[in-house]
């Protein structure tokens, strides 16, 4: 393989949720990956702890994944899907919706999480329309929540940078539910928090104060990743779940993160056997191989909205060029096959309990306030140095990256997530490298 030439002007590409001058002034530049690693373009091989962006959860380059995809390329490198079709979008389909929760089995295919949550806002919207409450308009996000950085993302989002720069071109019909974050009762807790389900009750009241008739759909995470591992508390998903079915309001979970066996099972919706009635993917969906993303629907809102037209009219307005793109639907369906042959779900699961006792082993070393963990996720909180915020955290990704290990921050929370396929040992280096890194920080 003839190697690539040495880029040394960084300058063109304008890197995406990066301090871009801080970055280019001493870049990280990642070259290839196999497995659970990954090779910069020094040489050095790095311990991948996020799953690259929490989406590879097959570790990287499979063999099967990307045999499929150098097939489909030679053989059908795109076909629309307005008013087209070809056979791996209908197979991909199936394959998704036979892991989904029962019911939820119409898959609509997009290329990322971000169209995922904008895609599943407008069907929520289209499905009241249809069933005649087209007055039914309103949203209800999160607080601290990440839905991604369309419009619709990011106004029923609850992270606060994110918003502030666009803040005069958000969606005006949407409100927030209180986060469930509070360490002054949750701290250091192994799983879901017991305290914390009557935060759910706080949807009763914006319900009074909208009126239910006006609203259409509420939206969470149901681990909330990027914005810092926020881990639902006991009860509080079936309390959600409750009242929206009481008011007739569609419940959507985002689960960009936490679908294809992150908590493992293969999705959230199964884990805590909460079914809502819209739920959002990408990520892991086909191991980040291709771009692409999805959203389940129950067949109540598919075929309310299909069957309200009239015959050979369209019924949802809304799609993307790249639907169920064949490169990206043969990744999908080669990594589904690998997810069922290797078991990796049953396996995240049992290594749940060993992964959990590594990151609270962390409780007690230098800086740290909280750690929390749900699955193979977990994140650990540190205290923020005076003025300062996320840069104690910042230091310590790029110790780690320096010591062979890749993690993720955000602000000054640490965020681990590794590949499926990870090992016991390469979960005490994970940890240990944090530990080590940790006694070096001021």
């Given at each position: 393989?003839?190697?690539?030439?040495?880029?040394?002007?960084?300058?063109?590409?304008?890197?995406?949720?990066?301090?871009?001058?801080?970055?280019?002034?001493?870049?990280?530049?990642?070259?290839?990956?196999?497995?659970?690693?990954?090779?910069?373009?020094?040489?050095?091989?790095?311990?991948?702890?996020?799953?690259?962006?929490?989406?590879?959860?097959?570790?990287?380059?499979?063999?099967?994944?990307?045999?499929?995809?150098?097939?489909?390329?030679?053989?059908?490198?795109?076909?629309?899907?307005?008013?087209?079709?070809?056979?791996?979008?209908?197979?991909?389909?199936?394959?998704?919706?036979?892991?989904?929760?029962?019911?939820?089995?119409?898959?609509?295919?997009?290329?990322?999480?971000?169209?995922?949550?904008?895609?599943?806002?407008?069907?929520?919207?289209?499905?009241?329309?249809?069933?005649?409450?087209?007055?039914?308009?309103?949203?209800?996000?999160?607080?601290?929540?990440?839905?991604?950085?369309?419009?619709?993302?990011?106004?029923?989002?609850?992270?606060?940078?994110?918003?502030?720069?666009?803040?005069?071109?958000?969606?005006?019909?949407?409100?927030?539910?209180?986060?469930?974050?509070?360490?002054?009762?949750?701290?250091?807790?192994?799983?879901?928090?017991?305290?914390?389900?009557?935060?759910?009750?706080?949807?009763?009241?914006?319900?009074?104060?909208?009126?239910?008739?006006?609203?259409?759909?509420?939206?969470?995470?149901?681990?909330?990743?990027?914005?810092?591992?926020?881990?639902?508390?006991?009860?509080?998903?079936?309390?959600?779940?409750?009242?929206?079915?009481?008011?007739?309001?569609?419940?959507?979970?985002?689960?960009?993160?936490?679908?294809?066996?992150?908590?493992?099972?293969?999705?959230?919706?199964?884990?805590?056997?909460?079914?809502?009635?819209?739920?959002?993917?990408?990520?892991?969906?086909?191991?980040?191989?291709?771009p692409m993303g999805g959203v389940a629907a129950s067949r109540t809102v598919h075929d309310t909205i299909v069957n309200s037209g009239a015959q050979g009219a369209i019924e949802l307005f809304h799609g993307y060029t790249y639907s169920a793109h064949p490169l990206a639907a043969a990744a999908a369906i080669a990594t589904q096959d690998l997810y069922r042959r290797d078991g990796l779900f049953e396996r995240a699961d049992?290594?749940?309990?060993?992964?959990?006792?590594?990151?609270?082993?962390?409780?007690?070393?230098?800086?740290?306030?909280?750690?929390?963990?749900?699955?193979?996720?977990?994140?650990?909180?540190l205290d923020s140095r005076d003025g300062a915020p996320g840069a104690r955290a910042y230091e310590v990704f790029v110790k780690c990256f320096e010591a062979g290990v890749l993690i993720r921050f955000t602000g000054d929370i640490l965020a681990f997530s590794p590949p499926l396929i990870v090992t016991e040992e390469e979960i005490a280096r994970l940890f240990g490298t944090v530990r080590d890194v940790l006694a070096t920080?001021?």
């Amino acid at each position: 393989m003839t190697s690539r030439p040495v880029i040394d002007d960084l300058s063109s590409f304008w890197m995406p949720f990066t301090a871009n001058r801080q970055f280019k002034a001493a870049p990280r530049l990642l070259e290839s990956a196999k497995g659970m690693y990954y090779r910069t373009t020094d040489g050095r091989e790095v311990l991948d702890g996020s799953a690259g962006l929490w989406c590879v959860n097959a570790g990287h380059a499979r063999e099967e994944i990307v045999a499929a995809i150098a097939q489909q390329a030679a053989t059908l490198d795109f076909a629309p899907t307005f008013q087209m079709g070809h056979p791996l979008a209908f197979e991909a389909a199936q394959k998704i919706a036979e892991i989904m929760p029962a019911g939820l089995d119409r898959v609509f295919f997009t290329n990322s999480g971000s169209e995922s949550v904008d895609t599943a806002l407008k069907i929520a919207l289209a499905y009241h329309r249809a069933r005649g409450e087209g007055q039914r308009t309103k949203l209800i996000g999160r607080e601290r929540g990440y839905h991604g950085v369309g419009f619709g993302g990011i106004s029923v989002g609850g992270i606060a940078p994110n918003r502030k720069a666009f803040s005069g071109q958000l969606l005006p019909a949407v409100d927030h539910l209180p986060h469930t974050h509070d360490l002054e009762h949750n701290a250091f807790s192994k799983g879901q928090p017991a305290w914390g389900a009557h935060l759910a009750e706080d949807l009763e009241r914006i319900v009074a104060l909208h009126d239910a008739s006006t609203i259409a759909a509420v939206i969470v995470e149901p681990v909330a990743g990027s914005t810092g591992v926020l881990i639902p508390p006991q009860g509080y998903l079936q309390r959600l779940r409750e009242i929206c079915t009481k008011h007739g309001i569609l419940l959507i979970f985002d689960e960009v993160i936490t679908g294809f066996g992150r908590l493992g099972k293969a999705t959230a919706s199964e884990y805590f056997g909460v079914t809502p009635d819209i739920i959002t993917m990408a990520k892991a969906i086909n191991n980040a191989a291709v771009p692409m993303g999805g959203v389940a629907a129950s067949r109540t809102v598919h075929d309310t909205i299909v069957n309200s037209g009239a015959q050979g009219a369209i019924e949802l307005f809304h799609g993307y060029t790249y639907s169920a793109h064949p490169l990206a639907a043969a990744a999908a369906i080669a990594t589904q096959d690998l997810y069922r042959r290797d078991g990796l779900f049953e396996r995240a699961d049992a290594l749940a309990p060993k992964f959990e006792a590594a990151a609270h082993a962390l409780r007690g070393e230098k800086h740290v306030k909280d750690v929390r963990n749900l699955g193979l996720v977990a994140g650990v909180e540190l205290d923020s140095r005076d003025g300062a915020p996320g840069a104690r955290a910042y230091e310590v990704f790029v110790k780690c990256f320096e010591a062979g290990v890749l993690i993720r921050f955000t602000g000054d929370i640490l965020a681990f997530s590794p590949p499926l396929i990870v090992t016991e040992e390469e979960i005490a280096r994970l940890f240990g490298t944090v530990r080590d890194v940790l006694a070096t920080v001021q």
